[in-house]
């Protein structure tokens, strides 16, 4: 009971805390109030908003004085008239709209005796009075002027608070996703929509469902703290959208290329000739460094009338042919994206739109590395459509409501180049695979409904403005996958070791959502409070599966069937409320306070526990007799580790596996921050934040989670490590992971200049704290590296043995100049800690009694050792040609790593290992790049 009360009073004190400032997902917003002369609210004057994405509107100011457009599409073109008799007209021109933002035009009417009018031009705030959230939004402008790898994981990096899990150096990691986090968010959190449909993978969870083109978008909008009552987490969350048609007829073609001949290298060249600092010594075997063979990026999008202020449409297209070494491994993408979208205005009050999205991404070599030669990378292919439908209609000038339906096929093959039919093998000592891999082939397509409204309550003191809505997703998973010849074969520096035998495994299973939220945003005077809950019903389900017998060892793994398993729920309600106050008067500084409980988006498999057609593996000792490096069943010595959730002794008997009752992870989130317009282009700020992640699910050998399983033992080195007491059970406890939590204390700076006075720029300073809190034994599944991670630096992942997201300071500079002559020159700048190493000593399966299986056992304290500073230099130079008034002319020349920094970004850190402190990923060499665009305006 006393649990009970105080998480009501933390309830309580939350729930006036909690930011909620950016609603819409695919539209901004201008609103204002007009006042006379005195001062005094003017109701009844004509407001009249114009641009080429819609049509022009009249609507009148209320009795409070206040007008509002809701929903705008994002522009930078937009113009706002106000008139009345008896005073002066007053056109205000050149009024941006960011997604998610508001942007706030107060004015003051002047009485006249004659027509006259007053024409204002670029004179909007760039501080949003109403906005508690963290994040950037990176306008068509900007893309299109600071030089980048032309992907939105790349841009991802000039987020304020944001740490990407690998460099892209022009485009030497194009075609594949990074990981990210920010502020110490969780990345399966992250969420992608798109022009307004959500369309997260919720099988990879957290992961974008599809590759982008590049100029198709009007703005990315990137949101890292603060989110509203609409959006579920405190994940990073990730909205692009994409142009539109308009009243006149625009659009732009391009054409990029990257050839590997002009770029530099920081190891070696193709021929395998060392031409960097590094020597082979200092190498892992063949190393030679990452670089981009030769990119070809082109493409072109248009839209326009069908029929003026009624019927828009636009279309693109776009094409990426990426060419690329990973160390000695070809890594060949490409990418193919065609857009379709109307806009039809029936009247002044209903919108229909429709877009149409075909992404299909085709790779050869997926997954290449030091560690991954040619014929264990993966050969990938499979489009994703993505049918949107949305309906749009304005009651009065005081209520709106929308509705939307898209559709997601996601669909994709990964096939071994070494192919189905021969055994993967993998060194445990180096981390080496050969001759193969593993397959994959998944369906997972995915539907959103989504009905949201507006509703406007003038005041004489206070305003409201309530915003509303449901949605529902349901997302289904279909795969297929295992090693290639049903077993790896395992070395230890090349000798054989262990054959580890994994049957096919089926996966179908889906999930759903149902969510409604509520929010009210309350305007008094220089306070704003923005004040909303949300309520998520999510659930998952196990469906019916077969798989087939074993084709190495039957007896073992026989042919297998599954009915499916009952639906597992997650309900969980999140209050949402955030302050602003202008602390001037004036709008031009503003203090922001918000503090939040976010929930977990749920995985489409959270609750698939009990099939036994996936995930059954057995590792043997092993003898290579015949000397095939192939593992074959008279082969097999003593069994070293079993796969828990089924019975080895009745392999075609239900699953013994345990499912509790489980609700979802929360973050819980205290952000304070304050800006400062320093005039109506330049902005400066800070903020503070704190999070912290907890209620965290997981699956884990029953019985396990107990210091009294563990016993502390040695291995013949004398390398302490832990093993159990006794056997393991066979069944998997799915269960909240009690006595685990994460924190993150961070505070940003941050720099906005907006393209005035010839030049724009952003610039952010980043020192963070993240750390792994182990309060009791329930929070670990296994001792053996607790004391070096308790209360230690956290970090987001590892990739090829370095730990990334566990920078605690970073640096991002980016600007653009616009010189005389047409020229225009432009850069960015990154400089942040190094990566984290932890040297192990890796204890093998046969070391450790009871079949616990490996583990490597850290050396020193998580967070000692680091990889070296990692900074980096881009830069632009260009020429623009005018023609007429109709458009442009773009020559581009981008230099990325222009003084060619050779940073090492991982190296092997197995004690153990004949590899160990060999180099495995340096930063690419300089790049550069010639770009041409054609603009129509």
């Known amino acids: 009971m006393r649990f009970l009360k105080s998480s009501l009073v933390a309830s309580l004190i939350m729930v006036m805390f909690v930011a909620a400032p950016v609603w819409a997902q695919e539209t901004g917003s201008i609103t204002g109030t007009v006042t006379d002369p ?32 809701p929903v705008l ?6 113009s706002v008239t106000f008139g009345l008799d008896g005073f002066k007209t007053i056109i205000q021109e050149g009024l941006p709209v960011r997604v998610g933002g508001n942007t706030q035009i107060n004015v003051a009417m002047q009485l006249s005796t004659v027509e006259e009018t007053v024409t204002v031009t670029g004179s909007s705030p760039i501080v949003d009075v109403k906005s508690t959230s963290l994040g950037t939004n990176m306008t068509e402008e900007y893309m299109q002027s600071i030089p980048s790898a032309r992907d939105p994981w790349v841009l991802l990096e000039h987020t304020a608070g944001l740490q990407v899990d690998r460099v892209n150096t022009g485009g030497s990691e194009g075609g594949q996703q990074s990981g990210f986090t920010a502020n110490g968010s969780n990345q399966s959190d992250a969420i992608w929509t798109y022009d307004g449909a959500e369309i997260t993978d919720v099988a990879a969870l957290g992961a974008s469902p599809q590759y982008y083109d590049f100029d198709a978008f009007e703005e990315i909008s990137i949101a890292t703290g603060g989110n509203d009552p609409s959006i579920a987490t405190g994940g990073v969350r990730i909205n692009f959208v994409t142009k539109r048609g308009g009243n006149n007829w625009r659009g732009s073609a391009r054409f990029y290329i990257t050839d590997g001949s002009l770029q530099s290298n920081t190891v070696g060249d193709r021929d395998g000739n060392l031409t960097g600092n590094f020597t082979e010594d200092q190498l892992f075997p063949g190393y030679i460094g990452n670089a981009v063979d030769n990119i070809k990026d082109w493409g072109g999008e248009l839209g326009g009338p069908v029929v003026r202020d009624r019927f828009f449409v636009w279309g693109a297209y776009g094409k990426q ?82 509705a939307a339906y898209n559709n997601t096929g996601l669909g994709f093959f990964l096939e071994p180049q070494g192919g189905r039919n021969i055994q993967p093998s993998y060194d445990l000592s180096t981390g080496e695979w050969g001759n193969s891999y593993f397959f994959y082939d998944t369906d997972r397509p995915l539907k959103n409904i989504r009905l949201d409204g507006n509703s406007y309550i003038a005041g004489a003191n206070v305003d409201h403005e309530i915003k509303y809505g449901y949605s529902y997703r349901k997302a289904g998973v279909a795969s297929i996958w295992g090693p290639a010849g049903g077993a790896v074969a395992a070395f230890v520096e090349g000798a054989p070791a262990e054959a580890w035998l994994i049957s096919d495994s089926i996966d179908n299973y889906e999930g759903t959502r149902n969510s409604f939220y509520a929010g009210d945003t309350i305007s008094a005077g220089r306070l704003t409070v923005n004040a909303g809950l949300r309520y998520d019903n999510q659930s998952s389900q196990s469906l019916a599966s077969e798989v087939g017998a074993h084709s190495l060892a039957p007896g073992l793994f026989p042919a297998n069937s599954f009915a499916g398993a009952e639906k597992g729920t997650w309900n969980s309600l999140s209050p949402r409320l955030g302050i602003t106050y202008d602390l001037t008067g004036d709008s031009k500084t503003i203090l922001r306070l918000n503090a939040a409980r976010y929930y977990s988006q749920m995985g489409a498999s959270e609750f698939h526990r009990t099939n036994i057609t996936s995930g059954r593996e057995m590792d043997f000792a092993w003898t290579d007799l015949n000397g095939n490096g192939q593992a074959e069943p008279d082969e097999l010595g003593d069994l070293l580790w079993t796969s828990g959730g089924w019975d080895p002794a009745n392999p075609t008997a239900a699953s013994p596996n345990i499912v509790d009752d489980t609700s979802a992870p929360w973050t819980n989130e205290l952000i304070v921050g304050i800006e400062r317009e320093i005039n109506r282009s330049f902005a400066v700020g800070g903020n503070f934040i704190y999070k912290k992640n907890s209620n965290f699910t997981w699956n884990i050998r029953d019985g396990e989670q107990n210091d009294a399983f563990w016993t502390l033992t040695t291995n013949s080195d004398g390398v302490p490590f832990y093993e159990p007491v006794g056997p393991r059970s066979i069944a998997n406890h799915y269960q909240q992971r009690v006595g685990f939590n994460t924190q ?46 308790n209360n230690e630096i956290a970090a987001a992942g590892s990739r090829t043995q370095a730990w990334w997201g566990a920078s605690r300071w970073f640096l991002k500079v980016s600007g653009m100049y616009a010189l005389p002559a047409g020229f225009n020159v432009s850069g960015f700048f990154q400089v942040r800690e190094g990566n984290i190493i932890a040297p192990f000593t890796f204890i093998s399966s046969g070391e450790r009694a009871f079949g616990a299986g490996s583990v490597n056992a850290i050396r020193d304290t998580f967070g000692s050792e680091r990889l070296p500073t990692f900074w980096t ?64 305006r």
């Open 321 to 402: 042919d990426i060419k690329q070494f990973v160390g000695v491994s070809p890594d060949n993408t490409q990418l193919k994206n065609i857009h379709g979208k109307g806009n039809l205005h029936l009247g002044d009050a209903f919108v229909l739109n429709y877009t149409y999205v075909s992404a299909n991404k085709t790779k050869q070599g997926r997954g290449a590395s030091a560690t991954r030669p040619p014929d264990t990378t993966f050969n990938q292919g499979g489009p994703t459509p993505t049918h949107t439908v949305k309906a749009q209609y304005t009651i009065n000038d005081n209520n709106y409501v929308e």
């Open 73 to 78: 599409p994002p522009s930078s073109d937009y």
């Open 744 to 789: 993150y204390k961070g505070v940003e700076l941050f720099l906005n200049k907006r393209f005035a006075n010839k030049w724009l720029g952003n610039a952010s300073f980043t020192w963070a704290s993240p750390t792994n809190q182990f309060s009791e034994s329930t929070g670990y599944r296994d001792p053996t590296n607790v004391a070096v991670t």
């Open 38 to 69: 005195d001062g005094a609210p003017l109701p009844g004057v004509a407001v009249t908003i114009a641009g080429n994405q819609v049509p022009s509107s009249t609507i009148y100011t209320q009795a409070n004085g206040v007008y509002r457009f």
């Open 873 to 936: 230099l881009d830069l632009r130079a260009e020429k623009t040609f005018d023609l007429s008034d109709q458009g442009r002319i773009h020559l581009i020349v981008d230099a990325f790593n222009v003084l060619n920094q050779d940073t090492i970004l991982a190296q092997h850190s197995s004690i153990t290992s004949s590899q160990f402190e060999k180099i495995r990923e340096v930063q690419s060499g300089r790049t550069i790049r010639f770009g041409f665009r054609a603009v129509l």
